[in-house]
């Protein structure tokens, strides 16, 4: 769920976004610190990639209508036809079979991803950065989402991430004098 804050002294509208790991910090207060400027560009992408809602706090419905989105887009990136025959019905219930569970195991076992963080996945994975791919289909997918999941710059970010909320949650004292 997203709330709105109004900042008082120049009236901008900043989003804040449910996020565990992030508790609900807006993204402008996570990147304004030491943790994030010393990130590579790369880091500072996911970084900002984490910072949106997770998937298993999202409507099913939602995550379903994004999936099925995205996995139509993917197969158009890579210059195939979802569905080759359009007028088959068998092969459009089968279609829809395979993007339900594929969302039914996103949610269930990669549930603490955003949406944005698999679509990362996704546009690297069938560019082959993260191997290579022999079908489109949900074995592929989850090869991407583990090997995003997984590489050293997402790693790197989500650590920033928690060093920057333990610092803003636990300032250092302030100098003696």
């Not at 509208?13 to 207060?29: D, F, G, M, Q, W």
């Not at 993917?74 to 195939?80: E, T």
Request: include cysteine; charge should be negative.
């Amino acid at each position: 769920m997203e709330e709105l804050q109004e900042n008082q002294a120049n009236l901008t509208v900043t989003k804040i976004h449910t996020n565990a790991l992030c508790k609900n910090y807006p993204l402008e207060t996570l990147i304004a610190n030491r943790y994030f400027s010393q990130l590579t560009v790369p880091q500072k992408d996911i970084f900002k990639l984490l910072a949106n809602t997770r998937i298993k706090d999202l409507p099913y419905n939602v995550v379903v209508e994004k999936m099925g989105l995205l996995i139509i887009e993917v197969h158009a990136n890579c210059g195939q036809k979802l569905i080759q025959n359009p007028e088959d019905e068998q092969e459009q219930k089968l279609h829809i079979k395979t993007v339900l569970n594929f969302c039914e195991d996103l949610v269930k076992y990669k549930g603490t991803l955003t949406i944005e963080e698999v679509r990362f996945a996704f546009n690297k994975g069938y560019k082959k950065e993260y191997g290579e791919y022999f079908g489109l289909n949900n074995k592929t997918y989850f090869s991407w989402i583990d090997q995003y999941t997984f590489c050293d710059d997402r790693v790197k970010a989500s650590k920033a991430i928690t060093d920057t909320i333990s610092l803003i949650e636990n300032p250092p004292p302030p100098p003696l004098t």
